[in-house]
């Protein structure tokens, strides 16, 4: 169970958009459309921001947004605020080994 | 309020056990699978451990598998993680978190963490 493969830190002017790549293997990312977007707040608990891919829950906002090609995924926040700081994790389903986390991914907004 | 409460966190020593509980409130219970995740200080989210809605299926992640054992009782809105043989590095916030119906690994409603501190 290798954790999905994120950048450490990623960053954007308020406006901006930023991609967040999501690198895994044939056996998770590869290999199902059951990618997760979770964003955390410091100190808060995670939320749910993007499902199977592409799916956003009632009240993302459209600004976020899913996509994957092989085994990599991304999450792009396009019109980047204050707010979308926080750190962003990927996760994966894996068959038998159910679930793989990333390592997070540190936004900034510049 | 849809809502997960979870308690049983504390200090333990090395080798030591730990009965953590998550209280599930305004949906049905007996209808989702459940997972616990936790995340050190300062560190990442790290999934532990599932079960599906009737108990039927259940898996560990590697870093737990063999020392703790999740569980439920749907007739008390309960889920559960026993922990044994516990480490420093099981230090950690546990969250016990919701599967989103309909879909997979996707964790729509979270509890608010119940912190575990392994030190002698």
């Known amino acids: 169970q290798s954790a999905l493969t994120q950048p450490p830190s990623a960053s954007g002017s308020p406006g901006q958009s930023v991609t967040i790549s999501c690198t895994g293997t044939?056996?998770?990312?590869?290999?199902?459309?059951?990618v997760s977007w979770y964003q955390q707040h410091p100190g808060k608990v995670p939320k749910l921001m993007i499902y199977?891919?592409?799916k956003r829950p009632s009240g993302v906002p459209d600004r976020f947004s899913g996509s994957k090609s092989g085994n990599t995924a991304s999450l792009t926040v396009s019109g980047l605020q204050a707010e979308d700081e926080a750190d962003y994790y990927c996760t994966s389903y894996a068959g038998s080994n159910y679930l793989v986390f990333g390592g997070g991914t540190k936004l900034t907004v510049l | 309020e849809v809502q997960l409460v979870e308690s049983g966190g504390g200090l333990v020593q090395p080798g030591g056990s730990l009965r953590l509980s998550c209280a599930a409130s305004g949906f049905t219970f007996s209808s989702y699978n459940m997972n616990w995740v936790r995340q050190a200080p300062g560190k990442g989210l790290e999934w532990v451990s599932y079960?599906?809605?009737?108990?039927?299926?259940?898996y560990y992640a590697d870093s737990v598998r063999g020392r703790f054992t999740i569980s439920r009782d749907n007739a008390k809105n309960s889920l559960y993680l026993q922990m044994n043989s516990l480490r420093a590095e099981d230090t950690a916030v546990y969250y016990c978190a919701r599967d989103k119906g309909l879909t997979l690994a996707a964790f729509d409603i979270w509890g608010q963490g119940t912190m575990v501190t392994v030190s002698s």
């Open positions: 079960i599906s809605s009737s108990s039927n299926t259940i």
């Open positions: 044939s056996s998770d990312v590869g290999g199902y459309n059951y």
């Open positions: 199977e891919v592409i």
